[in-house]
Each structure stands twice: as structure tokens, then as C-alpha cells.
């Protein structure tokens, strides 16, 4: 089985670029590309060598070339230009192809003021680059459904797709802050949408689900916060008016994330705000055993590249230790090829490559089952070139 199955898009390029009006592709296919690279903090720079290590040999065997260019984000940021996302750096993702994010965060930051938090880098960029969508796919993967902590019989099958709005909702709304109201100190945020913002992410939601299974659940908490009524209302019009042939449903968010563990099976595609798709895709991208495993792509804004990055955190516990797991930034390179780069068949060639390497018994620790001996993160980064340059060179018209 190929490894399309990690990537988890029942969607080719064509269909995919053709349906999404609102993200269509920046660059055409050529032979040369610009990639800006971000690896941030704890095992972002270990993961990003890997990754780089792969594209290397991608391109020795296609001859398709990339210019890497570094650039600072979250704590590293903050250290280096006292910003956890920097105008230099901002710059630099946006006269670039696209975009390759690592992980950011870590304890020594956690103390900072919320301006100078690793997190408030994420918002900015999404921000500034017009990033609105998050596609997060969580499909299992049959070499590792041991590595789950659930039954084999609950993951059979399931392949999910989770569409997260990225620029709105709680994290982004105003006023917000912290303040004395009668002698004591009160936190506040504000919850908010707009209907553009809605109608916007729920037609990247129905244009998904229509290349997959033609089934979307739309996530809110309709019950008691007025946001989540707007949400619901606004997605179902969208439904009726732009994709009537896509059979939508409802769900509150706190029985979602009991649903996901109970019988994830019935989900095909889910569509989110910003807080529930943030909590919501971490619990589905478990399902397969290892946020290690799984890639994501933040897209938007024709007029600037995606930023494609792995789900899972900065894990400072075991940087520089050779102990992360850089698939899910090497199939972030996959999507990235895919859906920014419009070079198909070299994500073709990466995910064969992570498969070949599965296949082979390859396990770094946190997917490694029990007996199994595991690699390191470079070890890991080394077997997957070492299966690219095994593979024919791609026919050239």
C-alpha cells in the first residue's frame, strides 16, 4: 500500500487545485524553486536536516532543484531579534515558493509575556500571510496500527480529514488582555467569526469532502456560546447554496471528541474553528499511534506560499538527543510538492520512499514496537534517501 495513506488526501493535484478557488496554487511546475526554511526550536533543527538531507537526493535523482534559505521563528526568534516572528523572516517566507516549518516552542520561553511567547509567532505568520486554512489528515497506517493505543478493530479504515480555520476565533479576536476589575485580576478573550470567515473555510471543507467521501461535520457549540450558532447557521446556507450534493451534519464539540475515540470510522471530513480544530486534530492525528507520523499544509492567500509543517510539538525533552522522528516533516515536503510546488510525481517519489522504509522494518523510538531495536532521527533521514536513490529516475516528456 503506498504511503498516500500518511498524507491521508483521497484527492489528486488537478482536483484538489481546480476546486479551491480561494488557495489556488502559487507557482507553476519548473526545475528550480526557492524553499524557506524555518526549523524554530527543540527538535525543529534535527527534523529540518533530515528533511533537507531528503530533498537532496530527490533532486540529485530528477534533477528538479532547491535553494534553501534559513530563517528564525518562535523562541529562537525571540532570542536572536527579541520577535517570534520577525519582519526578516516574513520577508523571507513570502518571496519564497513555499515554506517549511518545523516546531517551535519550549520551557524557557513559557515565562514570557504573550508578545514574546514562540505560540504568538504561529499567529503572526497565519496572520500576516493570509493563512486560513489547516488541512491536518488522519488516516491509519497499517504498518503502525500497533503503535495505537486502541484496538486494531476500532482504527480499520480510518482515514479523516480535519479542515481548521486558522486566522479567526479566540485565538485572533479583540478585545482581549488581562485587567483589575473590582480589586482582583481578570483574564478575557473574545470568540468571534464573521460570516465571510465562515462561508470561506466551509467551502474548503465541502470542496475536500467532495474529492473523499462527500461528508463533512461541522464542529461547534451551538448550545450555549452565540458564535457556534452563527457557525451553524452560515455553514448550513454555505452547504445549501454552494455544495448541495454534500451531505453535512452537526456535532457539539465535547461529544466530537468522545465520538473520535468511540468510533472515528464515521468521520470523513471535519470542519473547525480555530480553538476546536486546534484541539480536535491533535485527538484524531493520535488515532494513528504518533503525531511523529502525520504532515499538515496552512494555505490561503494566492499572493503568498503555504507553510507546510509537521503536527506534533518542539519536544525541547529530547532535542539534540537524535531521538525525534522526522517523517511527518518529510511528508510535510510531500504536500508541499504537491500542493505549492505543482510537482506531483516527486511527492509521489517521497511518500514511496517513507513507505519503502516502513516496510522495511524502520522505527524510530516513539513508533518502534516492543523488540524492535529504533534508529535515530538522522538514521531515519538517511534510510529514506537511501530509498530514493533505489528508485528509477522519473520519465521526462
Excluded at 96 to 113: E, T
Excluded at 228 to 257: F, G, I, K
Aim: proline share 6%.
Amino acid at each position: 500500500m503506498r504511503a498516500a495513506i500518511v498524507i491521508g488526501m483521497a484527492l489528486g493535484a488537478e482536483a484538489f487545485s481546480a476546486r479551491r478557488a480561494p488557495m489556488t496554487m502559487k507557482t507553476a511546475a519548473k526545475s528550480s524553486y526557492k524553499i524557506t526554511l524555518l526549523p524554530g526550536d527543540g527538535i525543529g533543527p534535527e527534523i529540518t536536516q533530515a528533511t533537507v538531507g531528503v530533498l537532496d537526493a530527490l533532486s540529485k535523482k530528477t534533477g528538479v532543484t532547491f535553494e534553501f534559505d534559513e530563517a528564525d521563528i518562535g523562541g529562537i526568534a525571540v532570542d536572536n531579534h527579541n520577535d517570534p516572528f520577525p519582519a526578516e523572516t516574513l520577508a523571507k517566507c513570502q518571496s519564497a515558493d513555499s515554506v517549511l516549518l518545523a516546531c517551535i516552542g519550549g520551557y524557557k520561553w513559557d515565562n514570557n509575556p504573550r508578545e514574546l511567547r514562540p505560540e504568538s509567532g504561529l499567529l503572526k505568520m497565519r496572520g500576516s500571510m493570509g493563512l486560513f486554512a489547516n488541512l491536518r489528515p488522519a488516516k491509519v497506517i497499517p504498518q503502525l496500527i500497533e503503535a495505537s493505543t486502541l484496538k486494531p478493530e476500532v482504527l480499520e479504515g480510518v482515514d479523516i480529514m480535519v479542515v481548521r480555520e486558522l486566522t479567526g476565533d479566540v485565538y485572533f479576536g479583540k478585545p482581549k488582555g488581562i485587567e483589575e476589575r473590582n480589586g482582583e485580576r481578570v483574564g478575557f478573550d473574545n470568540m468571534i467569526y464573521s460570516e465571510s470567515e465562515i462561508v470561506r473555510i466551509s467551502k474548503v471543507a465541502f470542496d475536500v469532502a467532495k474529492a473523499r467521501g462527500s461528508k463533512v461535520v461541522s464542529i461547534d457549540k451551538a448550545n450555549v456560546l452565540d458564535v457556534s450558532q452563527l457557525w451553524r447557521e452560515v455553514v448550513t446556507t454555505t452547504q445549501q447554496e454552494y455544495a448541495p450534493d454534500v451531505e453535512l451534519s452537526h456535532m457539539y464539540v465535547d461529544n466530537a471528541a468522545m465520538q473520535l475515540i468511540r468510533w472515528p470510522k464515521q468521520f470523513d471530513t471535519i470542519v473547525c474553528g480555530n480553538i476546536f480544530g486546534d484541539i480536535l486534530s491533535d485527538e484524531a492525528s493520535m488515532l494513528v499511534g504518533s503525531l511523529g507520523m502525520l504532515p499538515s499544509a496552512s494555505l490561503g492567500d494566492p499572493s503568498s506560499p503555504g507553510v507546510f509543517e509537521p503536527c506534533h510539538g518542539s519536544a525541547p525533552d529530547i532535542a539534540g538527543e537524535d531521538k525525534a522522528n522526522p517523517l511527518a516533516m518529510i511528508l510535510s515536503a510531500a504536500m508541499m510538492l504537491k500542493y505549492d510546488l505543482s510537482q506531483p510525481e516527486l511527492s509521489d517519489m517521497l511518500e514511496e520512499a517513507v513507505e519503502s522504509v516502513l516496510d522495511s522494518g524502520i522505527r524510530t523510538p516513539d513508533i518502534a514496537a516492543e523488540g524492535q531495536t529504533p534508529v535515530g532521527c538522522k538514521e531515519m533521514g538517511e534510510a529514506v534517501a537511501k530509498a530514493i536513490e533505489k528508485m528509477p529516475a522519473p520519465v521526462t516528456a
